[in-house]
Structure formats: structure tokens, C-alpha cells
């Protein structure tokens, strides 16, 4: 069984760091692209950045600058690294993995259980 888990978020005043982390584990074969995602109270889950295998990096624009994605393939964790953290970034926020299972090649997505980031001071 493929599970991606994500490490703890937190209250981080305005201006603020944080850095998030989700691991995959179980048997796959690979992992293509990996993501994160947040969803604020009363609003659809957006995507804000996206990496893919070879380190490919994109960003939803009110994050560009300020976050920044990567990965450890050896690992198999992809990290968000926030800084100067807006309250308006408060959200849950989830990992996104892009998987092909080791014995059928079927390629599927999956979600981290996701994770609370509040910016308040």
C-alpha cells in the first residue's frame, strides 16, 4: 500500500517560515510529478506549485517568490519551503503525488492526509 505523509504544519506569525515535508512510502515503481495543494476555509483547493521528476518547478502566483518547492528523489519527499508567510496563506495543505505502481504500471494519484498552516500573529 502507496501512502504519502506529510509532516506537521503550525501557527507562524506574519513574515514568517515554515517548511512542509511529505514522504512517500510503500511499493511503487515510480513517482513522476509531486505537488501541493491548499484548500482555505470556504474556498476550492487550489494547486500552488507543482515539480516534476526532473525538478521542473512552477507556482500559482500569489506564492512565486516567496515559496519553494523541491524534492529528494532518494527520498521520495517533496518539501515546500514558505517564507514571508501572509496570513492569506492560512490554509490546509496537501501533498500531491503522481505514482505508477510497481506490478501493473497503472499510474494513479495520490493524497496526503493534509495539514494545517494558520499565519496569525
Known amino acids: 500500500q502507496v501512502q504519502l505523509v506529510e509532516s506537521e504544519g503550525g501557527l507562524v506569525q506574519p513574515g514568517g517560515s515554515l517548511r512542509l515535508s511529505c514522504a512517500a512510502s510503500g511499493s511503487f515503481r515510480s513517482i513522476n510529478d509531486m505537488a501541493w495543494y491548499r484548500q482555505a476555509l470556504g474556498k476550492e483547493r487550489e494547486l500552488v506549485a507543482k515539480i516534476t521528476a526532473g525538478g521542473t518547478t512552477n507556482y500559482v502566483d500569489s506564492v512565486k517568490g516567496r515559496f519553494t518547492i523541491s524534492r529528494d528523489n532518494a527520498k521520495n519527499t517533496v518539501y515546500l519551503q514558505m517564507n514571508s508567510l501572509k496570513p492569506e496563506d492560512t490554509a490546509v495543505y496537501y501533498c500531491?503525488?503522481?505514482?505508477?505502481?510497481?506490478?501493473?504500471?497503472?499510474?494513479?494519484?495520490?493524497w496526503g492526509q493534509g495539514t494545517p498552516v494558520t499565519v496569525s500573529s
Open positions: 500531491n503525488a503522481h505514482i505508477t505502481s510497481a506490478t501493473t504500471s497503472y499510474e494513479f494519484f495520490l
